[in-house]
């Protein structure tokens, strides 16, 4: 080997860790191995496809600008896959002293980012995108609207936000997990942001990686497919803050399951912090394993509620105020927040359609316009149904107490009307099993597949309660 190119390529190496930082450096490029220059062509070895296709995405072109500038002749880099010691092995860098790097931190070429992990793309390298200040930028997924300084606090999210703002403002792990749940639209997916977008800003050293459940299984099956597997074990378990949303949807998903455990398990055993969400509580999860049910369980589980007026007027007001868009009639804002309950998506999507239909059609923002352009969602929204109401319609037509919908009593003449409520319930509403088991008295959402099973055979042998049934329906819709 040419000591002279050998030497280039360490002087290389050393503009590179001036530039990325040791994190970056340590994990991604002092693996690579210098092989030789062939013509105008600089030659090195990766250990594994993965390290390659994301180096030349990354750094591909700072190693080609800084060897260029050694040797004028050099014009391209070339990166072939090498392994030593089997497949997925790190490899030593020929520069240095044969102490074999890692793969093992999810580091970002970019240090503006605050190494945030875009990991939409972690298995799928994409090339860095500039940014007007020259340097590159983030991906897309953290969304920039979600921040703590847009978050709309009030009493059904007030928890969520304080135990998010602590996860974020101290590297010191209070509670870990820390775990978010809800239904959809309630802010999850915004604290989630938050949490990253602010420890970037606060702590650039620390590593965030931040994705979906589904997004988590989809990188894990590939890299078993592409036989990557160390490599993905170590950038997850390396992270110093990892975060999944919605991570309900790992039920039925064994193998991904077993992966999520033991990553768990050992950023727990390193002191890292993990920071969860799911549209359910932890021991709510179906065919999620025991286990992992119960080391969810562990650090600080925080549910957030429905929205009530006072938060949906609040969020109204704030959107408004960030878009700029001036006078707004008070009595229309408090007409969107009484009516449209659902979630927040669906109040804002509301906000939106009215001020886009008034800037298309050019007419004045007021209640008439707005009872017109928005009929439909109006419409769905006066059609949705609450547990409660139901509770209490059913309560009302067999003569119980409200309370016997909570109660343990097993009473014929108090289970019956029990279950038909579960059985409307699930009917008449979005709620899932586990939801509509939360709402009478903490029952298993077995329990609720049973009641609804059984009304469901009773409907078709007993007329009085078919009828019953259809009477308590009509008057929930009307």
């Not at 030659?43 to 030349?56: E, G, N």
């Not at 398990?265 to 119960?294: F, G, H, T, W, Y």
């Not at 109006?378 to 016997?404: C, G, P």
């Not at 099973?453 to 929930?476: H, P």
């Amino acid at each position: 080997m040419d000591q002279g190119y050998l030497g280039q390529w360490q002087r290389v190496c050393a503009r590179l860790r001036s530039e990325f930082g040791d994190a970056a450096y340590n994990s991604w490029l002092r693996p690579l191995k210098f092989e030789r220059i062939d013509g105008n062509i600089a030659h090195l070895q990766a250990p594994t496809r993965f390290m390659r296709d994301w180096v030349l995405s990354h750094y591909g072109e700072r190693i080609r600008a800084f060897w260029q500038a050694e040797d004028g002749a050099v014009r391209e880099i070339d990166i072939t896959v090498h392994p030593v010691a089997g497949r997925g092995a790190p490899v030593a860098g020929a520069a240095f002293d044969g102490v074999a790097g890692t793969v093992a931190a999810a580091s970002e070429s970019r240090a503006e980012t605050g190494k945030v992990v875009p990991f939409d793309s972690a298995l799928e390298p994409i090339p860095a995108v500039a940014s007007a200040a020259g340097g590159p930028r983030m991906g897309s997924t953290l969304d920039s609207r979600y921040q703590f300084e847009s978050f709309v606090v009030g009493k059904s999210n007030e928890l969520a936000y304080a135990a998010a703002r602590r996860a974020a403002d101290t590297a010191q792990v209070n509670f870990n997990p820390l775990f978010l749940y809800g239904g959809v639209g309630l802010g999850k997916t915004h604290l989630m942001h938050a949490i990253a977008w602010h420890i970037r800003e606060r702590d650039p050293g620390r590593e965030v990686i931040y994705l979906s459940a589904e997004r988590f299984m989809y990188q894990f099956v590939r890299a078993l497919r592409d036989r990557e597997t160390m490599a993905f074990k170590q950038i997850f378990r390396s992270a110093d803050v990892l975060m999944i949303d919605d991570v309900q949807f790992f039920s039925r998903k064994d193998s991904t399951q077993e992966e999520f455990f033991h990553t768990f398990n050992e950023l727990v055993d390193q002191n890292k912090q993990i920071v969860i969400s799911a549209d359910r509580s932890p021991s709510d999860l179906e065919d999620v394993e025991e286990r992992i049910r119960s080391r969810l369980g562990w650090g600080l589980v925080v549910d957030i509620h429905q929205t009530d007026f006072e938060l949906r007027l609040g969020i109204l007001e704030a959107k408004l105020a960030r878009a700029n868009v001036g006078d707004f009639p008070p009595k229309v804002l408090e007409f969107l927040a009484h009516r449209i309950t659902s979630n927040i998506r669906e109040l804002e999507g509301a906000l939106n359609r009215l001020i886009a239909h008034s800037n298309l059609v050019g007419r004045p923002i007021n209640l008439e316009m707005t009872q017109e352009a928005l009929q439909d969602l109006l419409r769905a929204n006066d059609r949705r149904v609450t547990i409660e109401e139901i509770q209490k319609k059913v309560a009302q037509h067999f003569n119980i107490r409200l309370a016997d919908m909570h109660s343990a009593r097993r009473a014929r003449a108090v289970a019956r009307p029990r279950q038909v409520a579960m059985y409307l319930a699930k009917q008449l509403t979005t709620r899932s099993l586990p939801e509509i088991g939360r709402k009478f008295g903490g029952r298993d959402h077995t329990t609720v597949m049973h009641a609804v099973k059984r009304i469901e055979e009773l409907r078709q042998t007993d007329a009085t309660l078919a009828e019953d049934i259809d009477l308590l329906r009509r008057m929930l819709e009307g």
